[in-house]
């Protein structure tokens, strides 16, 4: 800790030295098989003992078992649904604004080639699983909270805010109880 200065140093000089010199032999993260070997391993033990596992530091944030752009596709199929089930004009106009908003996320997530290997590899995965992704970020942080029956993936912006934003949260008990069921 007393000379983290110069790690800190070195890894600025490397992350600007790194594309000039073309330094870069380490795979994405987001994209390393190591990762998604980790990520199935991890699920598959937390599965096994029927108990919700919370890790870190993967790169790719997971909720509940679930990606990000799984989450996205699951929302397009409520919104599709909601569409067609609606025949309040206004209330269609609002759903249809939504879908094309959930549309760009997912297809950005696709453009950024983020698109994660489903944990479970047939079915609905059993919400076991929880990651904070790469937890840091240049303008704020991920995190997992867990207060009052309710458990959570936010982000806390690194301008001062007094509540962190709600990425993703669902009913602890819930989660305990479908992992229980199964």
Same mark, same amino acid.
Not at 105 to 117: A, F, S
């Given at each position: 800790?007393?000379?983290?200065?110069?790690?800190?140093?070195f890894?600025?000089? #490397?992350?600007?030295?790194?594309?000039?010199?073309?330094?870069?032999?380490?795979p994405?993260?987001?994209?390393?098989?190591?990762?998604?070997?980790?990520? &199935?391993?991890? #699920?598959g033990?937390?599965?096994?003992? &029927?108990?919700?596992?919370?890790?870190?530091?993967?790169?790719?944030?997971?909720?509940?078992s679930?990606? #990000?752009?799984?989450?996205?596709?699951?929302?397009?199929?409520?919104?599709?649904?909601?569409?067609?089930?609606?025949?309040?004009?206004g209330?269609?106009k609002?759903l249809l &604004?939504e879908?094309e908003?959930?549309f760009?996320? +997912?297809?950005?997530?696709?453009? +950024?080639?983020?698109?994660?290997?489903?944990?479970?590899?047939?079915?609905y995965?059993?919400?076991? #699983?929880?990651?904070?992704?790469?937890?840091?970020?240049?303008?704020?942080?991920?995190?997992?909270?867990?207060?009052?029956?309710?458990? &959570?993936?936010?982000?806390?912006?690194?301008?001062?805010?007094?509540a962190?934003?709600?990425l993703?949260?669902g009913?602890?008990?819930d989660?305990?109880?479908?992992?229980?069921?199964?």
């Amino acid at each position: 800790d007393k000379a983290s200065w110069s790690s800190r140093f070195f890894v600025r000089i #490397y992350k600007k030295l790194e594309p000039v010199i073309k330094l870069d032999t380490h795979p994405d993260a987001t994209k390393s098989q190591i990762t998604k070997d980790y990520e &199935k391993i991890l #699920y598959g033990w937390a599965k096994d003992n &029927k108990i919700i596992l919370i890790c870190g530091h993967s790169h790719r944030a997971i909720f509940a078992s679930l990606s #990000y752009i799984q989450r996205l596709e699951i929302e397009i199929g409520n919104l599709q649904k909601k569409i067609l089930e609606t025949t309040d004009a206004g209330l269609k106009k609002q759903l249809l &604004k939504e879908l094309e908003y959930v549309f760009r996320e +997912k297809l950005d997530e696709e453009n +950024k080639h983020r698109e994660i290997t489903p944990v479970e590899s047939s079915g609905y995965p059993l919400p076991c #699983y929880f990651n904070t992704g790469c937890a840091l970020y240049s303008d704020g942080l991920t995190a997992i909270e867990i207060a009052d029956d309710v458990i &959570k993936l936010v982000r806390w912006p690194r301008q001062a805010v007094t509540a962190p934003i709600e990425l993703k949260k669902g009913k602890l008990s819930d989660f305990l109880s479908a992992i229980e069921g199964a």
